[in-house]
């Protein structure tokens, strides 16, 4: 690795850059929270990309995928990488309705449209609290891994708790000032810098093993499903298919950037883009694990073979940049994730039961004091993290994946009815957490991920309840007859 010196000076600059960019967008932000909180619902179609790119890839890409790739082979580019890159299909399918909608109805949060399209306080509340529980554990998991980041980047010269505080500092300074507009830009920033380090590191890898005269180990079962520890069976692969499709347009931070379109064009846009940029980040990270096992075939510690590929052929400063770049990728994650979460509870909880007629100036205003709570609880977590926060975010997907039968039903089908998708939301949520936190047979699952069944069952409720029950003929007319169908 590089010198202390030339490492610091990297970290400086980029640091630097993100503060510069957060006063900037302080300038232009406004003090109501449709400019705070939805940059004045004017992003065009890369910036809205690239944010929502950044928001979603966290350190997981750089170091997860490499390990998983190094241990089970390259089920996890097949499983988790092109369904990634085609979720894009679901940012148009849902993402121009939810538009239109946002733009009519004037949502700031996704609880505002689960509330508003079936007139169900109850449905706002569920979504908000859970969004709330299974997001705020995750900003400090990123916090965490950016100290030990920092840390090991530093050789120790920088310690994990002051490291810790620079990170949580600089992401709090942009987003307290600059809300969504300064985390859009310093996410094109962030996106950039985790694209170029990815391919920075494959080609430099890949020259250097070219060099060596190739892999000297036979990694035939690392290129074939369902790879030498068999982990990704057929079943797995569907099921992280279904869990991918139906938890990321249900993320609150992503489910909030389809409200932040400045036109419609922009969803075509991302339809374009997205898959490359995608597969530009997980089709090397799967190479360079598996590429890995020939350089490395007996490591103790999966989650350390792209460090240690770095180490071993790239030039130290080149190495650091890309080290870098997965700090990009878990704090791009992290100030999402903390001014989503500043949202939900200004909009969803503040407003809603504490004060409806809040000015749209005070709304900024607690939106702001909740971004500085958030943030100063998140840290003081990462500095005594306890057993739970990690397992909580290890549900964040599962947990965010609970109301997707509703999600579906209330764009797509008019027959549904308040008390269907009450109905139906509350058993998928309840299956999921009840299975989740042990307190439901794990046999009755029949090996999937628990809330594909849960999943399963909430939609047949629905489906069932809404069938016995008549829909509201004026939230009919609102959304199908007058929004969406004339657009469609």
Known sequence: MASVAITVGIIALYLGVLALIGIWSYRKTGRDPVSYFLADRGLGGLVLTFTTLATLLSAFTFFGVPADSYRHGLGIFLGVGVTDAFISVLFFAFGYRLWLAARKFQFVTPSEFFGHRFDSPFLALLYALSALLFTAPYISIQIIAGGHAIAALTGGAIPYLPAAVVMAMII???VLFGGLRAVAWT?????????AG???AFVLIAVGLAARGGAEVDLQAWLSLPGPTERWSWQALVGFKLLIFMAVPLFPQVFQRFYMAKSAQVFKTIMVVWPLLILAIFFPATLIGVWGRAVFPELAQPDQIMPLMLEAFLPGPLAVIVIVAALAALKSTADSQL???SSLFTRDLYVRYLNKNASPAQQGLVGRIAVVVIAVASFAIAVNPPGLIVEIGAWSFQG????FPVLVAGLYWKRCTRAGAVAGGAVSSALTIGWLAGLLPTAWTFGWLPVIPAVVAGSAVLIVVSLL???SEAKVKAYY????EPKL
Do not use: F, V
């Open 172 to 174: 709090l300074g942009y």
């Open 187 to 195: 996410d094109i920033l962030q996106g950039l810098l985790m694209i």
């Open 198 to 200: 990815m391919l920075l």
């Open 339 to 341: 001014l989503t979460t």
């Open 400 to 403: 965010s994946a609970m109301l």
């Open 469 to 471: 029950t008549r829909p």
């Open 481 to 484: 007859q007058e929004l969406w």
